[in-house]
């Protein structure tokens, strides 16, 4: 019987109250500065933000693979989220997820990098759900907003037959009689009317949010995976005699932590792994195929979020009839205008302390400027997913205007390059417009 409590403190990887921390830093300082992307990792059986995840930072630091529009995996910054993971509490899932969505949303990832990715492991999984749900809950959706993709890793989403074992069989009490949280062995019970069922619920609405948003959204991807591989074969069960100990409870013990059946969840896609539980977050190199799903899941979810239309750059009328007491309406220096005003701190998202959209516009000099103030775009609108994609679509339109971005790309700088044409009205266009 002590086996089976061994079994079940791999699965539970429970923690204390968690305490405001900042997410720990697993890649280059430099790095995270200059990054725009960035992923973060959140550990479950009993884990810790530095060890959980083995080399898998490093084989991120290395990988040299090109993305989509723009950049290299090894540009990303790192995180783990910082909560202790420990079965002796008396903390609930719910108040360990609640902490942690509060300790995230407060952080400086969602201040320094604009696209961010994450990767939970087994109760992890669970964390991010309740983390998600309770940001919608909160309003704090333009931190659903930022995050590209999710993937799950042998999260229990449908419980764990281990926990419905030890219920059975009265471990929760005795969890308790030895100071443990016998509590965790209930929220992970496959009932369906357990604290599981409920969070799935959740989930699920966070889904639709995505599938039903207007503009549409493709993003965040959902991809989970599983383990098929038993933590401990049967072979070993049966050398310490606990085989016996199973046939007197009457229980076919199956030590595959977290089987295909109970991670089912609302995901857009699952995988199946050949590992144990405890290795499917630990790939060897960036051959191994958990670093590959990661990367071809990275990839698919930049590709579709630059299909998502959530900045609009609308052109204007008619230039030689632009005028308006002496002013050119519509001019580019006014749209910029608009566009930084979200950065202003009285128009910051209440709920975040954010701007939707966290690009700075800057022109690269006094010249720049005061032609922004006479030249009006043509052949827009312009769309994109960000600030910077909408400009570098109407530079592609209007060759006098050059786009350029800081590393974080947080930054962006206009210059106007002097290849304009004068309008009656006082207007100026890039050269190869009409007026008209």
């Given amino acids: 019987m002590g086996r089976i409590i061994v079994a079940l403190v791999l699965l539970v990887a429970a923690a204390r ?14 790095t995270a500065s200059r990054a725009d992307r960035a992923i973060v990792f959140v550990h479950g059986l009993m884990g810790n ?27 990303f910054a790192v995180y783990a989220v910082d909560y202790e993971a420990d079965f002796k509490t008396s903390t609930k899932l719910d108040d360990v997820a609640i902490g942690v969505s509060r300790d995230l949303a407060a952080s400086q990832i969602f201040q320094r990098h604009r696209h961010v990715w994450l990767v939970a492991h087994s109760m992890g999984g669970l964390v991010v759900k309740r983390t998600m749900a309770r940001w919608m809950m909160e309003n704090k959706n333009i931190l659903v907003d930022r995050v590209m993709a999710i993937g799950m890793l ?15 069989h009265g471990f929760d009490k005795i969890a308790t009689t030895f100071g443990w949280n016998g509590d965790l062995v209930k929220d992970l019970t496959t009932n369906g ?10 989930w699920i609405a966070v889904k639709r949010f995505r599938d039903t948003h207007l503009p549409q959204r493709f993003t965040p991807i959902i991809s989970c995976g599983f383990e098929t591989k038993p933590e ?36 857009d896609e699952r995988r199946a792994f050949p590992v144990k539980h405890t290795m499917l977050i630990k790939p060897v190199d960036a051959r191994d195929a958990l670093h590959i799903w990661l990367r071809d899941l990275i990839t698919r979810s930049i590709a579709a979020g630059l299909k998502e239309n959530r900045v609009e750059l609308t052109t204007s009328p008619t230039a030689n009839q632009l005028t308006e007491s002496g002013r050119v ?39 720049s400027r005061q032609l922004a103030t006479r030249l009006v775009l043509r052949d827009g609108s312009f769309r994109g997913d960000t600030k910077l994609s909408a400009l570098q679509k109407a530079a592609e339109k209007n060759a006098c205007v050059d786009v350029a971005s800081s590393p974080n790309r947080l930054t962006i700088t206009l210059r106007i390059k002097g290849q304009t044409m004068q309008c009656a009205a006082g207007a100026l266009v890039c050269a190869g417009h009409s007026c008209n």
């Fill in 154 to 168: 042998g999260v229990p989403s449908a419980g764990a037959p281990l926990a419905d074992l030890a219920k059975k």
């Fill in 329 to 367: 309406a519509f001019n580019l220096a006014e749209r910029i205008d608009s566009m930084n005003d979200e950065l202003r701190p009285e128009n910051l998202d209440q709920a975040t302390g954010l701007p939707l959209n966290p690009e700075r516009i800057v022109f690269a000099d006094d010249k």
């Fill in 49 to 75: 933000p530095t060890e959980s995840f083995g080399d898998w930072p490093k084989i991120i630091a290395g990988e040299n693979s090109d993305l989509p529009d723009h950049g290299k995996l090894s540009d």
């Fill in 232 to 267: 401990l074969d049967r072979g070993f069960w049966s050398s310490v005699g606990l085989s016996a100990v199973g046939r007197f409870l009457g229980e076919d013990i199956d030590m595959t932590v977290v089987p295909k059946l109970f991670t089912s969840s609302a995901c």
């Fill in 17 to 30: 109250a968690a305490i405001a921390a900042e997410p720990r830093l697993l890649s280059d300082e430099k």
């Fill in 193 to 202: 009317g357990s604290y599981l069922g409920g969070l799935e619920s959740d």
